[in-house]
């Protein structure tokens, strides 16, 4: 039953080698990949009007500056971020190039980064996406959560945990209907700012005099919009994912994916500049841009709808990017092993429901309302950066070669402009978040660290020296005795298929009654005698009517007695009851004295199921 | 540690010897039975007001007659009672009453209603009473549920945990300065109305002309004032508690109970007429009363103080009535067996824990505003009267002797008049609340009579048939062989650990690799060959990296082709972690293997400690 639900909603297990059939070609692999990046221009570009808006400044004099600073800083990323796709074909981005070039410290602190990222990302896009649908059904605005939930556990989730190929088949679509419904809008918005005149405005709103206080409000501007740039890393972190060759293809999909993000960021922020949009409650600023340009026809709420479907989507970028950094952690001993085992439907099955896990209890915590997480997004993303350029730059010094010095250049002007942007997020935005990263990062270090430290120490203790190999030796592990202890409350058919199975491993068996009074204790001897199973009966009185305890009394105390080579086994008899509820019904002291006992060693606890089939 | 604490907060175990001293004088258990009865007066006879005066019925004419009714009420239920607790010197008031004399299906409707009662006395007493703290300190109001939660299992919960006696010591102090307050207050206003002038008043209110449809209002009334008469069956639940002899002190202990609460009560309905008092928000008519008495001096607060605490003490009766009923239950096999046991300080421990739990759930699910449940108490407790004094008259037919005719009478009486309430009550407070208890009422008894089945057929299953007592069969128990089976992933210090046990139990040792693909699996074939340890290995293959199943499927094959007296024994390791969140870095294969091979037959599962040491 299980198994079949099972089946049909993750399908049929994969077999090893249909591995390589699991790979994307580049059109697939531009939508999966890039629906983050893509997305962030429906509220990048307004992020920094915001700002310049709030505070009196006239905000279009700055807009363009502002804007073309962040298409130059895309450019400097994606050039370096294309090396870093080259030089690490195993994936796992930003961490990979530190830990190879950097060290430790360095690398744990962009997994770190990383991670913040990528839950981030889910819990922010799922919740922004279902804010869309509220807008334009209010009446299910008391269901917000439980949407967050369905559309995180339910759909995305699932199609993750279905495999890489169906994900992108799924998501393919959507990305690219986005893609082509702001490319109709900026042209069209471009032909008519050069065919008609622009609104009149007033001129003194067009441009302000310099001064220094504004330069802090407008570099706070360009850190919200560097939120447009998350996402720009997740094809380095998934090179593995590619068809081959993998490093070239990577290559050519992050420039396209740039190209488009530039193109679109860019075109958007002149439209608003043209229109002299300004920050209006409850309409976005695309959305008034598309209402100038297209009026309220069937095209305005096409850009919506697309807009909506492409923020959900976001969210999936996340489950095709952190999975596979949490693979290469748990190989490396930093996250739980079982993060690196691919399940049966060959991706990470592990790494996709840890995702969504952690990306639900933040849209809980937050009760849906993360959309003022999106300002937390930029500042682990420029870390992640500024680390992997640094890295870069020790990567090709190391490997030499002809063009090593321009390649090291090129990164090394991109470790110089990202480190400055997460100096100026870090200090702009402290008091608005960032602080919060900052206390996250070094929390996850230490736990990284502890994780590598425990399977470290496991592997010393694991570790069968070289003479136990030796097969003389081998001899050694013949064990001495056994001696079972049976308690029993009565002489009941439990008691005989538990001794049953008692003599089938130990000469050495040992019935044990807790009596809590001689009148009882009397009588139980009494029945055993006269049954006779041929198991000596020891019983022992506990006028406190305290039954654990003097089991493990007399447990300890047999263990001292024994060799050191002898085993004590209790076999505790357990009902397996036919409803869930009768469970209720039965004391718990099995579940107790297995979980005393299992302290000690050389003694061992066996529960004996005892089928009930009424 | 955990044991200190246990001994700091609950005692020391009593020895069962220690049992005799457990028991109450008559002073101590008046205090310890009567508060839910006594506090009642702090809201019943307002409770009558309040339907009188919303309906604009001026009050003061019908006060009167309603307050006589309850009194002759009060004094028809506790000559009954007195009966009850005679011939039921073994406590559990009406359910024992119902199962000697009326059968199963009466009993367990009593029971039911008794549960209903009890839980709700101790939500509504814990919440009320805070609510009484909250006027008082208001700053307080956002922490209302957690401190009735800390009441509960804080103070309440622990100090029954610690046993009787102590209980009754702790609350014997504010129950007798409440009852000194109130008779204080009554005599002072009865020499008050004796030498003062009553206010003056209009003359048309003090009577009305009446008409049948009053006569519905004035029901209403009566059955909310029935509240007021919840506890006092409760000495009768409780009389093995009692120092010998123990049915007599118990009845002279309900004969002063409700003498005390009929004085009371009568009193304060006097008062609130002579005072011509209308119910008013945000304070009780009692508060009212005191304040027209005394005036707002060191008086009125003491009144007003020992209210509160006779409020939280309320609940305190139902932590004695229920947990005895409980066992009674549990004996009889109508709820789960560990209900009946003593536990360490010879209370009933366990009943102690399942009433703090369900009251906390109540409290919790109604966020502390439980007041409204009040009118829910009293059809329970009606129910329960008519049921028991039924009983009585059946158990008095069916005994004889010389005085059986009157005494069947009198409880004859009794039945007719509760049976009427509870007419009354059902029919006029229907949509009030009643109508819960009608569909509570039997989803109970379905859960006790499934309990009960569970029972019987367990015992059916574990019957020992009698030629199994006889020892020339009991040799029939001598087993078969056990193969052993020990699933490992590489030769490791755990293997060669989990190995010795595997060979001191049986001669027939398989060890079993799962490998997921051919490299891996020869590689583990060559490092065994060498290891050599004297144990076949046998290397599955599992091409869609599924671990569990082969595992089973081995397991089942095996379990087929053995003979009905073999065994098969699974032996997985498990780690002992030296810090609990170190079992978060291994997988859980072991439980989940646990889970399914438990429901084979013959098939047992052995877990085998490895500890790590750091």
Not at 141 to 157: A, K, Q, R, S
């Amino acid at each position: 039953m299980m198994r079949l639900l099972r089946r049909l909603l993750i399908g049929k297990p994969l077999h090893n080698q249909e591995m390589a059939h699991e790979k994307l070609s580049k059109l697939k692999a531009l939508a999966i990949f890039s629906s983050d990046a893509l997305s962030s221009v429906a509220y990048g570009p307004e992020q920094i009007m915001i700002i310049l808006a709030a505070s009196q400044v006239m905000a279009y004099g700055y807009l363009g500056p502002v804007a073309l600073a962040i298409l130059v800083l895309l450019f400097i990323v994606t050039i370096s971020y294309v090396q870093v796709g080259k030089a690490n074909p195993g994936g796992g981005g930003s961490y990979s190039v530190a830990i190879h070039n950097l060290g430790e410290f360095p690398a744990l602190t962009a997994a770190a980064a990383l991670f913040a990222d990528y839950t981030l990302t889910v819990a922010v896009s799922v919740s922004a996406g279902t804010a869309a649908l509220m807008s334009a059904f209010p009446e299910l605005l008391p269901y917000e959560v439980p949407i967050d939930l369905v559309i995180l556990f339910g759909i995305l989730m699932l199609i993750n945990l279905r495999g890489i190929r169906e994900s992108s088949t799924t998501f393919v679509f959507p990305t690219y209907c986005f893609v082509f419904g702001i490319f109709a809008l900026l042209l069209t918005g471009f032909y008519q700012a050069l065919t008609q005149q622009a609104p009149v405005i007033p001129v003194e709103s067009l441009s302000k005099q310099w001064d220094w206080t504004m330069s802090f409000l407008i570099l706070r501007a360009f850190a919200n919009g560097c939120s447009s740039m998350t996402g720009v890393e997740a094809i380095s972190n998934g090179v593995p994912m590619f068809k081959a060759p993998a490093p070239r293809n990577a290559t050519i999909t992050t420039m396209w994916m740039s190209g488009i993000l530039g193109f679109m960021f860019i075109g958007i922020s002149f439209l608003i500049m043209h229109f002299h949009i300004l920050p209006q409650d409850g309409v976005t600023a695309l959305s008034q841009v598309a209402e100038d340009i297209f009026g309220r026809n069937w095209l305005y709420y096409y850009i919506q709808f697309t807009t909506m479907g492409v923020l959900y989507l976001a969210a999936n970028t996340s489950f095709n990017g952190l999975p596979p950094l949490l693979s290469i952690l748990a190989r490396d001993g930093y996250m739980p092993r079982y993060l690196g085992a691919r399940g049966e439907r060959l991706n990470f099955s592990n790494g996709i429901i840890l995702l969504s896990v952690v990306a639900g209890i933040l849209i809980v915590a937050f009760n849906g309302n993360t959309e003022h997480l999106i300002s937390l997004y930029a500042i682990g993303v420029f870390i992640s950066f500024t680390i992997a350029q640094t890295g870069m730059v020790v990567h090709w010094k190391r490997e030499g070669g002809h063009y090593w010095l321009p390649r090291a250049g090129i990164n090394a002007i991109g470790a110089v402009v990202t480190g400055i942007v997460v100096l100026i997020i870090g200090i702009t935005k402290f008091f608005y978040g960032a602080w919060i990263v900052l206390i996250f990062i070094p929390l996850m270090i230490t736990m990284f660290k502890k994780i590598r430290k425990h399977y470290d120490d496991m592997a010393d203790q694991l570790h069968l020296p070289m003479e136990e190999l030796n097969p003389a030796i081998a001899a050694k592990i013949f064990p001495g005795k056994n001696i079972v202890i049976v308690p029993i409350a009565s002489p009941t058919s439990v008691v005989a298929h538990t001794l049953k199975y008692a003599k089938s491993i130990s000469e050495e068996v040992i019935a044990l009654h807790i009596a809590t009074d001689e009148e009882t204790g009397q009588k139980i001897q009494e029945k055993w005698h006269n049954w006779n199973p041929g198991v000596q009966l020891i019983t022992l009185y506990s006028p406190y009517r305290l039954v654990i305890q003097p089991l493990i009394d007399y447990v300890s105390e047999l263990a001292e007695k024994k060799g050191p080579n002898d085993y004590i086994t209790v076999l505790i008899p357990e009902f397996e009851t036919r409803k869930w509820w009768h469970r209720l019904l039965h004391n718990q002291t099995g579940w107790i004295l297995r979980t005393l006992l299992i302290l000690k060693e050389n003694v061992i606890v066996t529960t004996i199921p005892f089928h009930l089939t009424k």
